[in-house]
């Protein structure tokens, strides 16, 4: 054992020919490359993607970037885990290999031919689904093979019948991707499958429908046409159907997660976010803002601020009771991020109503604010609370400032 590897834990160190050659730890994914050497699956696929060309260690030239799951050594590790468990090393899974390029080629020729049996195509599409969705490896070497536009054509065959078995799982497939610009044309420039997609949003399946938004928001995301994202967002029922999704009664965190995604994407279209307001987003939004997880309740957020700029969203958010509380009691816990969309949703709030601007006074807002203006947050945050406290200096108690010894030395004070 050479002397200066260090001791894993007292009394145990990592057999030497169980480290990998470029990160020097243990191997949980150990395979061989074309020159015969070993490593760790994500170290030498990092040493690839960043350009490399030569074997780490022998420096001889990759000719075959094929990796080889060195299996005995992965199952010699493992058992050199348990022996020495005693010391609180843990068992390293058994990994799951990546999607061999030629079963994925033979999945997709199954499920595009159309002269073959319903079932078969179905099953194939059934098995691609699992792999995807089983790692980010699968799905890029899923991608590789043209799987994206096989998969439109099977979404979007007869699409003025009902959609089959067929349809669903090519849509559920595709909702997994990030789609190039013109696969993105291709659906918003047809206005027949905007439809199509936007029907779906009211399917009995929750999962069609979830399927359905994710690939609504991919499209909108990926264009850059004006035009078209505006008429994607003024189709008819799409914001109902979305709101519908957030507002599933029983925990579902993907519909969650799908559907504020979709909902923020269309209301950046500012001449539609009326619609919004009118299929019930802010109800849901409000009622749904505290199970959202940070980066999705950033997003809520941004959505929020996003309808407070018009009169009708501005409007209707104020009427909800919750609304103004429960941006004040955010407004600092969530990121800086959220920070800046909650202060320029209370500043909207504030501007337009002083009932409003008392009931924000009354959840605290000015301790809240003192303490942004002082924090490290964003400029454009810190912007907005100088400007709300501005706003709401008339609504401050007398005593609420010239009493305060936390906040004495406050520049935003003397207002």
């Keep these: 054992m050479p002397g200066s590897l260090e001791p894993l834990d007292i009394g145990v160190q990592i057999p030497y020919h169980f480290r990998c050659p470029i990160s020097l730890e243990l191997m949980r994914d150990p395979v061989t490359v074309c020159t015969g050497q070993t490593y760790d699956r994500s170290s030498i696929e990092s040493w690839v993607a960043t350009g490399n060309t030569t074997c780490p260690v022998t420096r001889v030239p990759l000719t075959d970037f094929t990796l080889i799951p060195n299996h005995t050594l992965r199952r010699l590790i493992q058992d050199w885990c348990v022996a020495n468990r005693s010391f609180g090393i843990e068992r390293i899974p058994t990994p799951k290999q990546p999607a061999d390029p030629m079963l994925v080629r033979t999945l997709l020729n199954q499920a ?31 991608a590789a093979n043209n799987a994206r536009e096989i998969l439109l054509t099977i979404v979007f065959a007869d699409i003025n019948s009902e959609p089959s078995e067929l349809n669903l799982e090519s849509l559920a497939i595709l909702s997994m991707f990030t789609l190039s610009e013109p696969e993105c044309l291709y659906v918003a420039s047809d206005g027949d499958r905007v439809r199509y997609l936007v029907n779906l949003l009211f399917h009995s399946s929750i999962d069609v ?45 993907r519909a969650l ?10 209301c950046l279209v500012k001449q539609h976010r009326q619609k919004a307001v009118a299929a019930g987003a802010v109800e849901a939004l409000i009622d749904r803002l505290a199970e959202f997880e940070k980066c999705d309740a950033e997003r809520a957020l941004a959505t929020v601020e996003l309808l407070c700029r018009i009169p009708s969203g501005c409007a209707a958010f104020a009427s909800h009771a919750l609304t103004v509380p429960l941006l004040v009691k955010i407004i600092l816990k969530i990121s800086d991020r959220a920070t800046e969309y909650a202060a320029g949703a209370l500043l909207s709030l504030c501007s337009a109503s002083e009932r409003a601007q008392q009931e924000a006074v009354a959840a605290g807002v000015l301790t809240q604010l003192l303490l942004l203006v002082q924090s490290d ?39």
């Design 377 to 415: 947050c964003t400029e454009r945050a810190k912007r907005k609370a100088q400007m709300l406290l501005k706003l709401l200096r008339d609504s401050w108690p007398h005593d609420s400032i010239a009493n305060s010894d936390d906040f004495a030395g406050s520049d935003v004070v003397p207002f």
């Design 112 to 142: 595009s031919s159309g002269s073959g049996p319903f079932s078969l195509r179905v099953s194939a599409l059934r098995r691609l689904r699992g792999l995807a969705r089983d790692s980010d490896k699968n799905r890029s070497v899923i």
């Design 257 to 266: 997660k799908i559907g504020i995604k979709a909902l923020f994407a269309l």
């Design 209 to 253: 429908r979830v399927n359905s938004a994710a690939m609504i928001e991919i499209v909108v995301a990926g264009i850059r046409s004006p035009e078209l994202r505006a008429q994607i967002s003024s189709a008819d029922g799409v914001f109902e159907g979305i709101v519908g999704i957030l507002n599933y009664p029983l925990l579902y965190p």
